[in-house]
């Protein structure tokens, strides 16, 4: 999907109790880049922060635009651009407004201190890239489905994922929406990324607090504003809803669509659907929320193989789990087929944690398509998503512990076999017995006559 298709509209709002606004947002359709920041600090402090932080992770981006070129003409090759590529220059690019608006706090004492969040989505091609530090926050609308993507920084968060508190306890304290990470408090930060496939006619929130806030025990509601056909209209009347509710905080909306959904290419939105659906269902990735889910589908790679393509070869060593998306393929050894494998199975799980060769054979039956995960892809996740890791990790657990229980079954059958009672040789005594009598019983043979003179 190009820029062009995308429709937008952007408005920001004091509120009712502020005397100035410290948010900043940014558009620039012909990158297809959308930016909302939330300043903070003192004496306009958070104002600067936030322009400053818009203002450098702009022209970090368009420093390095030629990339979003290559990868859309998806070349090959040294010129070939990755999905890895272009997060890391997003997330450069706030490492990049954090130094710049730390370096400015530094100069002057009246806004030591200072700092803002940041949210940005990228259109590129087929996809929604999105990166974020703090509180503001993204939302996808799909088929009237509302869905968060981004996931707060915040004191409230943290305890949460790290289970330190029950939810009831954290509630009650003071400085729980207070934010772990900003841009500009210290000269580095840890953005968090996500990467999502797009289907004409999705829609993109993205806002400040000043808005998120009021919606949280009201999902529904903003579901029915961002719907709004006229995006204009929808982002009027999210300020409006939201100034209605107390106007506490500085309001900053920008809304985004993607393409028309009167003509959606209905094929490719259920394959984007069936990706999530089929690794959401698999025992390895079960216990995954919406959002990790999405995490991993970021590396998920899809390969088309034609009738009787070799998947993978026994022998061979690999390092990619394969799941079947559509079709189906055949597991074999030598001339002898072992299984038969349908979308939403996988096989090769084990080649993302060990470099061995494969056990068996795998061969396209008929036309199919693959998802693939590699390891060099599932490690990355493992060292940086540490609450993700673990859960995979359990998971992988459990599936080596399912392993050993077939395994010692197994065994446990041959062993049966082998202490039963051996009677091979009785039944050989009484076949030559069997065999004696019958020779006995038979009539002698008729002497032959004498031989001629």
């Not at 996808?140 to 009831?168: G, P």
């Not at 003509?263 to 659906?277: G, T, W």
């Amino acid at each position: 999907m190009s820029s062009n298709e995308i429709t937008f509209a952007a408005l920001t709002n004091t509120g009712l109790m502020r005397d100035h606004n410290e948010d900043n947002f940014l558009v620039d359709k012909k990158l297809g880049l959308f930016v909302v920041c939330d300043g903070m600090g003192g004496h306009a402090a958070g104002e600067v922060a936030s322009a400053l932080a818009v203002q450098v992770f702009h022209e970090t981006i368009k420093r390095e635009a030629w990339m979003f070129e290559d990868y859309a003409l998806a070349k090959r090759g040294a010129e070939k651009v990755t999905r890895k590529q272009v997060l890391t220059l997003l997330e450069n690019a706030i490492n990049q407004a954090s130094g710049r608006v730390h370096e400015e706090a530094r100069k002057d004492p009246a806004k030591r201190g200072m700092g803002t969040t940041l949210v940005a989505v990228l259109i590129l091609a087929k996809l929604a890239f999105a990166v974020w530090v703090g509180d503001s926050r993204i939302y996808l609308l799909r088929d009237s489905v509302l869905e968060q993507l981004t996931e707060d920084h915040s004191v409230f968060n943290e305890l949460l994922k790290r289970k330190k508190m029950a939810r009831e306890e954290i509630d009650k304290l003071p400085q729980k929406n207070a934010i772990t990470r900003a841009i500009g408090v210290y000269e580095h930060t840890e953005p968090d990324s996500l990467v999502v496939d797009l289907v004409a006619g999705d829609r993109f929130l993205l806002c400040s607090d000043g808005l998120s806030g009021y919606f949280e025990d009201d999902l529904e509601e903003l579901s029915h504003l961002l719907g709004i056909a006229d995006s204009n209209q929808a982002t009027e009347q999210l300020i409006a809803a939201a100034n209605q509710r107390g106007g506490k905080d500085n309001i900053t909306t920008v809304v985004l669509t993607v393409g028309d959904a009167s003509v959606r290419d209905e094929s490719h939105a259920r394959r984007v659907q069936l990706k999530r659906e089929i690794l959401a269902r698999m025992p390895l990735f079960r216990a995954l929320n919406d959002r990790e889910i999405l995490r991993l589908l970021q590396v998920v790679e899809v390969h088309p193989y034609k009738d009787a393509d070799v998947v993978i070869r026994e022998g061979d060593r690999g390092e990619e789990l394969f799941i079947v998306l559509t079709g189906s393929v055949k597991v074999m050894r030598g001339d002898t087929e072992l299984a038969r494998f349908k979308p939403g199975d996988h096989f090769g799980e084990m080649a993302l944690v060990r470099n061995q060769p494969r056990s068996a054979t795998v061969i396209s039956d008929l036309d199919s398509e693959l998802m693939l995960i590699r390891r060099t892809d599932f490690f990355d996740i493992l060292r940086n998503e540490h609450q993700l890791a673990v859960k995979l990790l359990w998971q992988f657990l459990g599936a080596l512990a399912d392993r050993l229980d077939d395994t010692n079954r197994e065994l446990g059958h041959a062993r049966e076999e082998l202490a039963a009672e051996d009677v091979t040789a009785e039944i050989f005594e009484v076949v030559y017995e069997n065999t004696r009598k019958t020779r006995s019983m038979a009539p002698a043979p008729a002497p032959r006559p004498p031989p001629r003179a």
